[in-house]
DNA sequence: CTAATTATTGAACAATGTTCAATTGCATGC
DNA sequence: GCATGCAATTGAACATTGTTCAATAATTAG
C-alpha cells in the first residue's frame, strides 16, 4: 500500500487541514475525528499520527491557518481605508464579520483552552501578538498621547472588547438579532471609547 | 444493591453536580466523565443517567450554578456600593474576579457551544439575560438619556466587553501579568466608554 | 412471608485518541 | 531481471469516552 498515492509529507498535512476545516465548518468541534479526517484524503488514522504529533498539534495547525485567515482580512481592511478614524471602526467590523463568517472555524480557537502548564508554542504566540501590533499601528495616529504603554493599554482594551462583542454575538448570547445591530455595538465601543480616550 | 445509600434524586443530583465542580476545578473540562463522577459519589454511571438526560443536560446545570454564583457575587458588589458611577467599575471588577477565581468552571460556560439548531431550554436563558437586567438596572442613572433602547445598548456593549477583557486575561492571551494590570485595562474600558457616553 | 415495585447495577455498544508490529510498494545493487 | 533493504502505510489493538437497558437486588405492599 506504501506510495500509493505518493504524497509528500507536507502535501498530506495539507490534505489533513483543509479536510478537517470541511469537517469542522460542517459539523463543528465534534464532527472532527482523526479517523473521519483519514477517511476523507484516502489515508488511514495511522498515517495522520505520522505527519502530526497528536490532535492537541492538529488543532493548534488549524487554528493557526483560522489566524492567518483573519488576519489577512484586517490587512486587506487596512490597506482600503485611508482616513485613520475611520480605519479602527472598519477593522473591529472586520473582526466580526470573519467571526460570523466562519464562526465554527473562529469558535475553535478560543473553545480549545490549554492546560495551564506548557506555554503556547512560539510560532503559534506570534500569532496572537499580532493582532496587537496591527491595532497598535492603527491606533498610534489617533490616541492623543504618543506614550507607547498607553497605546498598547488602548489596543488590549479595544480587541477584548470587540472580540467578546463578538463572541456573544456569534454565540447568540447578546439577545440582538441581525448584522446591523451588531454593527451598532460596535460603532458604539469604537467611537465612545476612543472619544473618552481623546477628550 | 438498591436503595442502599438511600439518596432521593434530588440528593443524588446534588452530589453529581458536586463532584462535578471539584473535578472541573481540579483538571477542566476534560477531567469531567461520567464515570468519574459517578465513582466519586459512590454510584454507578448508570445511575447518573437516571437524574440526567444526558451529558449535555448534565453540563447545562452545572453552568447553571455557575452563573448563580456569579450572579450572587455581582449582586452582593451592587448592595455594597452607593455611587452608581463606582458601582459599575466595581461590578465589572467583580465579573473578572470571579471568572479568575473559578476559571476553569467559567470557562466551561463558554467553551461548550451549544448546535445551532435547538435553542437553549428557557431556564438556562433566563440566567443569561439576568446579566443585562443586572448592568441596565445600574446603568439607567448614569447613562444621559432614559431611552430604554439606549440603555440597553450599553448594557450589551459594556457587558460584551468585560466579557472579551476577561476571556482574553484568563486564558492569558493579553499579554499583561498580574491583576491589576487587567484591572487598569477595565478601567480604562469602563471610564472613557462613559465619558464618551455622556459627552 | 410472598409478590410487586423500584432503585441500582454493570455488561455491552459504538466511537474516540493513540500506538506500533506487520505489511506492502518502491528503489537500489548485483 | 531479481533479490534485498528501506520507508511508507496500514489496521488491529488498547484504553477511555457517552449511552443504553436487561438483569438484579432491596424495599414496600398485601
Redesign the interface.
Known amino acids: 500500500m506504501a506510495r500509493r498515492s505518493d504524497h509528500s509529507r507536507d502535501e498530506i498535512r495539507e490534505m489533513a487541514l483543509a479536510a478537517a476545516e470541511r469537517l469542522i465548518n460542517a459539523q463543528?468541534?465534534k464532527g472532527l475525528s482523526a479517523r473521519k479526517v483519514a477517511t476523507e484524503i484516502g489515508y488511514t488514522v495511522g498515517t495522520l499520527y505520522l505527519v502530526f504529533k497528536n490532535q492537541e498539534e492538529f488543532i493548534l495547525h488549524i487554528n493557526s491557518r483560522t489566524l492567518d485567515e483573519l488576519y489577512q482580512a484586517m490587512e486587506t481592511t487596512i490597506s482600503t481605508q485611508q482616513v485613520p478614524g475611520d480605519c479602527i471602526k472598519a477593522l473591529c467590523r472586520t473582526y466580526y464579520d470573519y467571526a460570523a463568517a466562519h464562526s465554527k472555524r473562529w469558535?475553535l480557537i478560543?473553545?480549545h483552552?490549554l492546560?495551564d502548564k506548557d506555554a503556547l508554542p512560539d510560532w503559534y504566540q506570534q500569532r496572537?501578538?499580532r493582532g496587537?501590533e496591527m491595532l497598535e499601528q492603527v491606533l498610534e495616529p489617533i490616541v492623543a498621547t504618543h506614550n507607547q504603554q498607553q497605546v498598547g493599554?488602548?489596543a488590549?482594551?479595544l480587541?477584548?472588547?470587540?472580540?467578546?462583542?463578538?463572541?456573544?454575538?456569534v454565540?447568540r448570547?447578546?439577545?440582538?438579532v441581525g448584522v446591523d445591530s451588531v454593527y451598532?455595538?460596535i460603532d458604539?465601543?469604537v467611537?465612545?471609547?476612543?472619544?473618552?480616550?481623546t477628550?
Chains 1, 2 share one sequence.
Not at 173 to 176: E, G, P, Q, T
Request: net charge neutral; hydrophobic share 50%; aromatic share 12%.
Open positions: 463543528g468541534y469558535l478560543f473553545e483552552a492546560p496572537i501578538t496587537f493599554k488602548a488590549r482594551v480587541w477584548g472588547s470587540v472580540h467578546g462583542i463578538t463572541m456573544l454575538a454565540t448570547k447578546l439577545d440582538v451598532e455595538l458604539s465601543l467611537e465612545n471609547y476612543l472619544a473618552g480616550l477628550r
